[in-house]
């Protein structure tokens, strides 16, 4: 093993144990080189100032070399923000002013010890990094029966991991508790396992309450006082956009300190939140009390993104900074979360007022960009297909029963005449 691999080893050794204990084979063995062109490249910006002729960009004029063709589109911004590699870990200023953001959206983070943000290329990215970082073949990846599919690719088929799902609600549609308690208890064998909480819910667009939230926590802290070693990650992709009574701050607060056997990480990103789906901009953040630890954790995160991508989108990133200092920000953030507000309880009205029978119900839906439709008596497969092509309306059939509706893409004034064409959808399939 490499030596560096090895220094950082033993300082999460130090830090936490069990931390150390929840790597997997590939997080134990992976570094950011110290020596490598990157760090040499740094040395010779701080201190090359005849020439330095390092690092793998063209420059023309002191700047680095661009076309006018696409200069003239991002005249505002300087090449030096927009060309040249961002740092691995991204923009310095944007990593300090997300975690400024994380504390003042998630007051529960106040005093708590946590790492800088990781800039990542959005939050799929963010998750693998996990996968690769903490998942050995037959680990337990925990997340309930409604959820995103590229879970299964990024860490089942990725790294092998086995999924072990739980139902999403209770028979009084809350969110399971004891079903997540049951699922980590299961694998007290193993001794590990690797829980995603997302919230608000992909498909459903559920965000559990605080009394909720609060069994969600005592569930993860019962696993650690079993043994059982839990990387706790928090999937925040549409972190935000809370519409009624629930949780408003992240998980990752209340796990932060819950117990030397938890870890937790917040995965999130500008891309739902800022409406900057394009952009691919994520961040990836440990929590834990030992800074020794939190650099080494970073440091292989670092090494993952070397490996992979080498360094996140430079453009994307100074655009968000930019957009993030501006005074207007947080006002036109709050205009468009009231379009998405008006539009969920547009939804809502419209099926809690009775004009479409009994041909479906619906799963508590609270935030987010979906809601879910549990179809009766007809399957969601065969009604997708025929929304499609008989009526150019365009859902996602989860399973045999559940079609998902993403409100987020339709225009409030719209929704009625959508859900009409989807209730014609299956009166036509009734009757065929």
């Known amino acids: 093993m490499n030596s560096m691999a090895e220094q950082l080893n033993e300082n999460i050794k130090k830090g936490n144990p069990h931390v150390y204990d929840m790597l997997s084979n590939l997080g134990r063995e992976i570094y950011f080189p110290k020596e490598g062109i990157l760090s040499q490249s740094a040395e010779a910006s701080s201190h090359a100032k005849t020439y330095n002729a390092t690092i793998g960009i063209a420059t023309e004029g002191g700047v680095p070399m661009h076309l006018g063709v696409i200069q003239d589109k991002l005249s505002a911004f300087q090449p030096k923000d927009l060309y040249s590699y961002a740092p ?32 990542t290329n959005a939050l799929t990215h963010g998750l693998s990094i996990v996968a ?10 925990v997340y309930p029966d409604k959820n995103w599919e590229n879970y299964e690719l990024t860490f089942g088929i990725r790294r092998h991991g086995v999924t072990v799902n739980y139902p999403l609600f209770t028979e009084d549609m809350k969110f399971n508790a004891e079903g997540l308690r049951e699922a980590l208890l299961s694998q007290k064998d193993k001794g590990k396992a690797i829980v995603l909480l997302n919230f608000p819910n992909n498909p459903t667009g559920y965000t559990p309450g605080i009394e909720e939230g609060e069994a969600i926590v005592a569930a993860i802290h019962e696993a650690a006082e079993a043994g059982i070693n839990i ?7 549409y972190f935000g956009l809370f519409f009624e009574d629930s949780l408003k701050e992240s998980l990752f607060g209340r796990l932060s300190d819950l117990h030397p056997r938890v870890l937790a990480i917040k995965v999130d990103g500008a891309t739902k939140e800022e409406f900057v789906w394009g952009f691919r901009v994520g961040f990836i953040t440990y929590a834990g009390e030992d800074q020794d630890m939190l650099n080494a954790l970073e440091q292989k995160t670092l090494g993952i993104i070397r490996a992979t991508i080498s360094s996140g989108p430079h453009p994307s990133q100074t655009f968000l900074l930019d957009a993030m200092k501006s005074p207007d920000f947080r006002q036109q953030q709050q205009e468009k979360f009231n379009i998405m507000k008006g539009r969920a309880n547009k939804v809502k009205s419209l099926l809690d007022s009775g004009k479409y029978g009994d041909v479906w119900e619906y799963y508590p839906f609270n935030s987010g960009y979906f809601m879910c439709l549990k179809l009766n008596g007809v399957s969601a497969e065969k009604l997708r297909t025929h929304l499609i092509y008989e009526y150019g309306v365009g859902t996602i059939a989860l399973g045999e029963h559940d079609l998902r509706i993403a409100f987020s893409c339709i225009e409030e004034e719209h929704l009625e ?3 009409d064409l989807i209730y014609k959808g299956i009166q036509d399939l009734k009757q065929a």
Do not use: C, H, Y
């Open 88 to 119: 691995p870990a991204g923009k310095p200023e944007l990593r300090s002013i997300w975690r400024s953001k994380m504390i003042q959206d998630n007051p529960s983070l106040e005093g708590k010890s946590f790492s800088n943000p990781v800039a």
């Open 132 to 141: 690769d970082l903490f998942v050995n073949e037959g680990d337990a990846i």
């Open 231 to 237: 990387v706790a990650v928090t999937d925040d992709a």
């Open 417 to 419: 005449d959508m859900f």
